[in-house]
């Protein structure tokens, strides 16, 4: 299905819910692309939404996709966790997938639209639809005042500050690259980010080389073998070497993949 047909379908659906709708399926519309995105993803502002959405999602006619349906009974036996994001994969019954997602930034639940997107990672993402109000909103302008909304964009504020630093979580920093990779071969303007990115790789490698801790020293090293492909384009080389790697496996593992 296009995406104006799936937004369409989406605001039918949920009209009048405290549901937002937002990522690369809003953003293939705003910058007029066709087909490059993978889902479909929806935040909520609370737990409780979450369940409700879903279940309204599953009497609808929507399935769950792989073993969601164990995360489905425990989530109403047991309550939710303390977890960064939750999140509920359902697919519509043309096939679409879903994400319904409750995720907390900076220790609180993201309880707006606005929220939302100030919590992603890169400016691209900066519009939506609050879908209780049926209303689009654009937030590009206010986060990158005198910038060229349709052109490139850096990470978001609050991200990029901390990103440049160096501080990045070991989560967050080994799957960046991944993220910008797809970005990237949807054909976005990724310029800025890619300066973003590789500032803070080559800090966050700078900092993790004096550590007393060796696993933190080749963690180190890893930022700055994905900074390496940064630095020179090689965009396909970095997604050919993601695509071979489980980040469940031990750092030295990761590490002979990006070599």
Do not use: C
Request: no cysteine; charged share 25%.
């Amino acid at each position: 299905m296009s995406a104006s047909a799936v937004v369409a379908d989406v605001r039918s659906l949920l009209a009048g819910e405290p549901v937002y709708l937002t990522g690369s399926l809003v953003a293939e519309l705003a910058y007029g692309k066709s087909n490059v995105h993978s889902d479909v993803d929806l935040f909520v502002p609370t737990s409780n939404v979450l369940m409700t959405t879903g279940q309204k999602m599953l009497d609808g006619g929507f399935k769950f996709d792989d073993r969601m349906d164990r995360v489905w009974y425990r989530w109403k036996k047991m309550g939710f966790n303390k977890w960064h994001t939750n999140s509920l994969r359902l697919v519509s019954p043309g096939g679409v997938e879903f994400n319904v997602i409750y995720k907390l930034a900076d220790g609180h639940p993201t309880t707006s639209l606005a929220q939302v997107l100030e919590s992603f990672d890169f400016g691209l993402l900066g519009m939506g639809w609050d879908l209780e109000t049926d209303t689009y909103h654009d937030l590009r302008g206010y986060l990158f005042p005198g910038m060229d909304p349709d052109g490139p964009l850096p990470m978001m504020p609050a991200k990029r500050g901390n990103w440049r630093q160096g501080f990045l979580s070991q989560y967050n920093g080994l799957r960046e690259a991944g993220r910008y990779a797809k970005y990237y071969d949807y054909g976005y303007d990724l310029s800025l980010v890619q300066d973003d990115l590789v500032t803070g790789y080559r800090m966050a490698e700078l900092y993790l080389s004096n550590h007393f801790d060796q696993d933190k020293q080749l963690l180190g090293r890893i930022y700055g073998a994905i900074a390496a492909y940064l630095e020179i384009d090689d965009v396909a080389g970095l997604s050919t070497a993601y695509k071979q790697l489980d980040f469940k496996d031990s750092l030295d593992v990761i590490m002979e993949t990006l070599e």
